[in-house]
């Protein structure tokens, strides 16, 4: 059974920046389609950003309100996913999460066919921006 561990969250100001990790065991990155997710009290989960990577070419897919901002990368060789985070806004403020999904079971990787199919989430680290 594989296992996500998620780090990196924590507090800081609006314009500031954070990188996230999401540490897989029990599972090669390289197979798996990765994403992450977040969720905002009383709201919806929902995809922040994807990524496709055969160790050579990485395909993202990102959220409209991160595109430009936020940065998905995947380390094959350390088993690990971060999320680089950068011009944060108090509206980036959740519990972010990462999950992931054998490629074969999506016809694409995306946030939307990510969410439906994974199986293997973290226990999620959470994100606050002050104004």
């Known amino acids: 059974q594989g296992r996500l561990v998620e780090s990196g969250g924590g507090s800081v100001q609006s314009g500031g920046s954070l990188r996230l990790s999401c540490a897989a065991s029990?599972?090669?990155?390289?197979?798996?389609?990765l994403g992450w997710f977040r969720q905002a009290p009383g709201q919806e989960r929902e995809g922040v950003a994807t990524?496709?990577?055969?160790?050579?070419?990485?395909?993202?897919d990102y959220a409209d309100s991160v595109k430009g901002r936020f940065t998905i990368s995947q380390d094959n060789a350390k088993n690990t996913l971060y999320l680089q985070m950068n011009s944060l806004k108090p509206e980036d403020t959740a519990m972010y999460f990462c999950?992931?999904?054998?490629?074969?079971?999506?016809?694409?990787?995306?946030?939307?066919?990510?969410?439906?199919?994974?199986?293997?989430w973290g226990q999620g680290t959470q994100v606050t921006v002050s104004s």
């Open positions: 999950a992931a999904a054998p490629k074969w079971w999506l016809p694409f990787c995306g946030p939307s066919g990510l969410q439906r199919k994974a199986r293997t």
């Open positions: 029990n599972l090669a990155s390289a197979n798996y389609c």
């Open positions: 990524i496709d990577s055969d160790g050579s070419t990485d395909y993202a």
